[in-house]
């Protein structure tokens, strides 16, 4: 896609989405023109990257009581393709693009009832000690899981 410099090759990046979730554009996310504000698609993207954890397992392990990491992110980034109206519904689509001994990239797509995508997205995840807030490895189960959510 031209522009967006995480996206390589529209086509080849599109098909290695799988999992995603549904969001309705509720009345109180769109602005006095009727267009969704445009803070709304980080929520999206950060509802999408918790179900992708809890599809992983990472939400039960990080909301133990006595767990010692957490994920943190470092950054995010928002490109917006088509105007997304009130009422809409949209797909939102999550994936890890990249993952590195303690971060991953995770890349968005939205699109809508049309199957048109509206945004993309991506951001860097770092897995981190919540007492020391220095970046943490995956464990290998962790790993493992991520790799088979990559297929």
Not at 63 to 81: E, G, H, S
Request: glycine share 6%.
């Amino acid at each position: 896609m031209k522009g967006i410099d995480y996206i390589q090759d529209w086509e080849n990046w599109r098909t290695g989405f799988h999992f995603y979730t549904t969001v309705e554009v509720r009345f109180s996310e769109v602005d006095p023109f009727n267009h969704l504000n445009n803070t709304i698609p980080f929520v999206y993207f950060e509802d999408a990257r918790i179900q992708l954890f809890k599809e992983l397992g990472f939400m039960q392990e990080w909301n133990r009581p006595n767990t010692k990491t957490i994920p943190v992110v470092a950054d995010l980034q928002c490109n917006y393709l088509k105007q997304v109206l009130f009422d809409e519904t949209l797909k939102i689509f999550v994936k890890i693009a990249y993952f590195g001994t303690t971060s991953i990239d995770l890349h968005y797509l939205a699109e809508n009832s049309e199957g048109n995508p509206v945004l993309v997205g991506r951001g860097r995840i770092v897995h981190i000690d919540k007492h020391q807030g220095a970046p943490e490895k995956w464990t290998a189960s962790m790993i493992d899981r991520m790799k088979n959510m990559q297929k």
